[in-house]
């Protein structure tokens, strides 16, 4: 029985964020509960690597919103 309770344990929700330079070029990703709290992150569906030296889609500068 024992095996079965760790079935209804609350799996933890991460996040997934990218930090942009200057150029709102993607440099990293991080995934945790909260936001990051220092640097330009902003939150992203999901890690994808091939963003990294480039602006994220659908994303221009940051202060172009």
Known sequence: ??????LFKRVKKYRHFALLD???RCIAFMSCQG???RGEWVE???????????TLPGRGH???Q
């Open 22 to 24: 200057t150029h709102g």
């Open 62 to 64: 940051p202060g172009q």
């Open 44 to 54: 992203v569906n999901a890690v994808n690597v091939a963003w990294l030296g480039q």
């Open 1 to 6: 029985m024992h095996c079965s309770i760790g």
């Open 35 to 37: 936001i990051p709290a």
